[in-house]
């Protein structure tokens, strides 16, 4: 597989694209280009494929009661596309991984193998655990090894995910197929009357965009601006996929897994569905909507209600990039296309109706932040520095509250993830967020100079040597070096940080 790294153009020809960007340009002066755009670059294709469903990982439990996973990360092939067999990644198996289901309080270890051609490491998004068992930059897995973080699940019922994030290469191990969903339960999700049987009503929806060659094998070698765009829509792995919906209620699992795609999600026929969770876990209460959007790394939760014998599509709508025209065409703001097609059967199992509460509101009290830190990102940048694992760019205290403002200084669209821990969106352009960001988050989308302010609280694991990692969860940005790293120490810890070797290494605080 190619793996230059350029900024290139997606399927348009560069020309035809440049000269759009100047139409773009011209259609900004007299307001907005959008009902000239052309067809977008994601093709439509027929839904004649079941929607493959990710096998729930069976774990071992060991002699203190404790979780074991394995998971192996290995080359493998499949048919995407009939007929052409392609090379891929996969854990476990030829492509994705199986998905953790845990429940909150359960002592897990997961046992990660390295049979790549290269080193890996695998990363729990979204999960509150020590830094040590993080899975970033820090955790190298070198082929041929493993590596087995345990810890205890200590945070409310979520959709998380995992993936690899070896330093400058995490874009290509995660298209090649290296990823899965993680689920955490607890008792008080378990008492609503959700839909929650995996795989009938509670369905994984792993959203990937990929662009095959002629030869069938991905083509990872073309980046727009935002990275890769593909032309083909997976779901779980699967192209043009349907479902068959056998109950009245359905939970979508909806993950953007992509490299740098956002999606507007809805259904094509507009009706109204059910947000009832976000990155970090439910909402406090069920929030009817039209639209979800959601840019790579985010998750959201949607239960949709469907009647017997009908057939609904879930279509990405042009997504809100807020960019400028030139801006919005090459970073896939202009596409819209079909996702998955739910297929009800002529009887349905009637489902309970949804609870009116479903969990405490989430709130982190802004009063209490001891430190207000600001975070720009601009270029391939955060605070005007790249990535460097030898620099601990931000020190913070065991037990405190602090507010970070972020902004997007470039034209481009980025977003923001912290590792480690659930933030609050307390304020988009300083006014309330909307329902998608009021509850538990790990991913904000970051459009152009709009400053978005995060509350967090670092309520446990203290580690004074290793580092959280933050960045743009669009891949390219963050191979790039669009990420920095904190660590949490315990008040009055000194950090234990890299010695000082010469060159522009510096320490903040
Ligand atoms: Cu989804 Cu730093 O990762
Ligand atoms: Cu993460
Ligand atoms: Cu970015």
Redesign the pocket.
Known sequence: MRQRRHVGLPSPTRREVLGFLALGAAALAVGGCDDMAPAGPVRNVAFKQRLGIPPLAQPRVDASGGWVFDLTARPGQREFVPGKTTETWGINGDYLGPTLRVPRGQQITINVRNRLPEMTTMHWHGAHLPAAADGGPHQPIEPGAAWSPTWQINQPAATLWYHPHPHGNSEMHIYRGLAGMFIIDDEEEAALPLPRTYGVDDIPVIIQDKRFGPDGQLDGSDHTPVGLLGDTILVNGTAGPFFTATTELIRLRLLNASTGRVYNLGFSDGRLFTLIATDGGLLSRPQPTDRVQLAPGERAEIVVRLAAGEKAILHSYRPELGTIPGIRYVSGGLDAFDVLELRARSSLQPSPALPRRLADRFAVDAGSAVVTRTFL?AGHEINGKQMDLERIDEIVTLKTTEIWDVINLDALP??FHVHGLQFQVAAVDGAQPPPILSGRKDTVFLPPHVPVRLILHFADYADPARPFMYH?H?LF?EDHG?MGQFLVVAPGQQPDLPADVPGDHEHHH
């Open positions: 990102l980025h977003s743009c669009m940005h669009m």
